[in-house]
């Protein structure tokens, strides 16, 4: 099969980082953040990134580059009894997008109400009228899924390159002028204190410190678009030349950037206008809308902030639905076109209970939770850190810590060490507590 290439080592790291910074970022940080403690959660979420997320992301583009194969496969030929663990990526990159899409769908409506000049009088209720509907925000999601799909189908490299290359700097400035606006507004002040001076009274039980340390690790995985094979993915049409390295040190630290600044201009707000930092995924909408209503020419603003956030949410989104996509083709052989289209249906039939789990659905539960929450728990809390432990379990029993290392090109003995140690022993053992915790509390 003809494989597809990155042009550069550049056009991948522009493609990884593109995958990592999204909706995750902008529109989950502020308000897992918020829901976890505020500073005490950056600290613990910091500290996993350094030690889960790093190594699983080295990992994983090894797997990718030395194998040149989809997430399945390429687990097989390392091992004939592991094709599993990317299997769970195949799970995950669905279950992940069929909210993701919807989420992406209210980034789209956002953007079309600031473009007509629509009135938000009460940002809060104009994010509930929307998101309860039973229609319109389908609609949405299926837009922004039915792009997602347009642009995965004219293959990867070319488009995603370019794009990432001009809204990246674009997002980051743009974020930049908010929060400056958002520091001004009476009481945005405490929205910073609770985002940076850790308050270790949030932390009042072991239930609480393991409530925490639960989500930062989804979110870690989730950030960093971990455990779901999208890196093997990419890695795979990774030129031998490219650094590894340098990506492992790059993309962490442009992702940890961004979901900071995305929370120096969300608190403030929400501390200013009395959103409780609890107030879950709708935060933003309600949040950032008020704050456009104070700037001058804010609708332009507002405008233009949800169409990098958009861009930043489709490179995210392309990532996870290649993923399905090229596993679909090697597979079947059918053509990508179809493969594309039988996809994004599949995502977006997905999507329809998690879009009605905040209207007509709101009611229905299981395990106690709603479709949304359900599938943010799949994906976050089961698949995510199942699909790293089984990459750090395989890179680190089975294909061996030397032969990744070599892959990675991680060259100085104390690194090769620390990455044995940690592929090895810390990560799978940190993991698995955090796993077994996880379900004990379900
Ligand atoms: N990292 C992306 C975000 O923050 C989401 C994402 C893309 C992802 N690809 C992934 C998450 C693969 C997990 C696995 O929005």
Redesign the pocket.
């Known amino acids: 099969m003809k494989q597809e290439k990155w042009s550069s080592e550049f056009g991948f790291l522009m493609a990884a980082a593109g995958?990592?910074?999204?909706?995750?970022?902008i529109w989950k940080f502020p308000y897992i953040a918020g829901q976890n403690g505020g500073a005490v959660f950056i600290i613990i979420y910091l500290l996993l990134m350094l030690v889960l997320g790093v190594p699983v992301l080295l990992s994983e583009m090894a797997i990718g580059r030395s194998t040149g194969k989809n997430p399945v496969d390429a687990c097989r030929a390392i091992s004939k009894k592991c094709g599993f663990i990317g299997g769970f990526g195949i799970m995950?990159?669905f279950v992940?997008l069929a909210y993701y899409c919807v989420i992406g769908g209210w980034i789209i409506k956002y953007l079309t109400s600031f473009l007509l000049g629509s009135r938000i009088d009460s940002a809060a209720e104009y994010f509930s009228d929307f998101t309860s509907g039973s229609v319109s925000p389908l609609i949405y999601a299926l837009v922004f899924i039915a792009v997602c799909g347009t642009i995965v189908l004219r293959g990867v490299s070319g488009g995603i390159e370019k794009i990432s290359r001009i809204f990246m700097p674009a997002l980051i400035f743009m974020m930049l002028l908010l929060i400056v606006k958002a520091l001004t507004l009476e009481g945005g002040a405490d929205g910073i204190k609770f985002f940076l001076l850790p308050d270790f009274s949030h932390i009042s039980s072991i239930g609480d410190f393991f409530r925490i340390l639960i989500n930062a690790m989804g979110q870690v995985?989730?950030?960093?678009?971990?455990?779901?094979g999208?890196l093997i993915t990419y890695g795979a049409y990774l030129d031998k030349s490219a650094s590894m390295t340098r990506a492992a040190v790059y993309i962490p630290m442009i992702d940890f950037v961004i979901a900071l600044l995305a929370g120096l201009m969300v608190l403030p707000a929400v501390f200013a206008y009395d959103i409780p930092p609890q107030a879950g995924s709708g935060m933003i909408f309600i949040a950032l809308p008020q704050v456009f209503g104070e700037i001058s020419g804010g609708r332009i603003f507002g405008a233009v902030f949800f169409l990098l956030v958009l861009f930043a949410a489709i490179t995210?989104a392309i990532?996870?639905l290649e993923v399905l996509i090229s596993f679909v083709v090697q597979k079947t052989g059918i053509g990508r076109k179809i493969s594309a289209a039988v996809c994004s249906l599949a995502v977006f039939a997905a999507g329809i209970p998690v879009s009605l789990s905040f209207g007509r659905w709101s009611g229905i539960s299981l395990f106690g939770m709603n479709f949304f929450d359900l599938m943010n728990f799949i994906s976050d809390n089961l698949l995510?850190p199942l699909g790293a432990l089984g990459i750090c379990l395989l890179c680190g029993y089975i294909w061996g810590a030397k032969s990744v290392a070599d892959e990675a090109d991680i060259k100085s003995g104390a690194s090769r060490a620390l990455y044995r140690i940690v592929i090895r022993y810390a990560a799978p053992v940190m993991i698995a507590v955090i796993f077994v915790t996880t379900l004990l509390g379900l």
């Open positions: 995958s990592a910074v999204g909706l995750g970022n995950g990159a992940i995985f989730f950030s960093l678009s971990l455990g779901m999208t995210s990532s996870l995510m």
